[in-house]
């Protein structure tokens, strides 16, 4: 049943993006943008984390999660270091995930050629 869950929740998070990018003059970058500040806008009162119980991996999987990472990462190490915390804790969930991004991207851009 987990399986499910987590299907259903990244399916309806990709068709509220798809019928955004259908509706409106957004582009794909908005569309992103604005799924990054919802989930960090829902960490923020502690929703997301009732999704991840709720729903599983399925929750870690969309670009809401990234911005969930940030927001837990930040107000987690700024309990610890105050104010100054807030930056360094940011990154602490995602570095990871932001430096394989850009490996990966670097590579691939070696391998395959852009069209035209």
């Known amino acids: 049943m987990t399986f499910l869950y987590s299907f259903l929740f ?3 998070v990709c068709l509220i993006g798809q019928i955004i990018l259908d509706n409106t003059k ?3 970058g908005h569309v992103t943008s604005i ?3 919802l989930g960090a806008f829902l960490d923020s009162f502690g929703l997301y984390d ?3 119980k ?3 991996a399925g929750t870690l999987v969309p670009i809401t999660s990234f911005g969930h990472s ?3 990462g930040a107000l987690s190490k700024a309990e610890d270091s105050g104010f100054l915390g807030l930056l360094g804790g940011m990154f602490n969930l ?3 995930g ?3 991004a850009i490996v990966f991207g670097f590579i691939l851009t070696m391998i395959f050629k852009a069209k035209d």
């Open 10 to 12: 990244c399916g309806i």
């Open 26 to 28: 957004l582009t794909p």
């Open 35 to 37: 799924f990054v500040v």
């Open 50 to 52: 009732k999704f991840i």
């Open 54 to 56: 709720w729903f599983g």
């Open 70 to 72: 940030l927001i837990h």
């Open 94 to 96: 995602t570095s990871a």
């Open 98 to 100: 932001i430096v394989s």
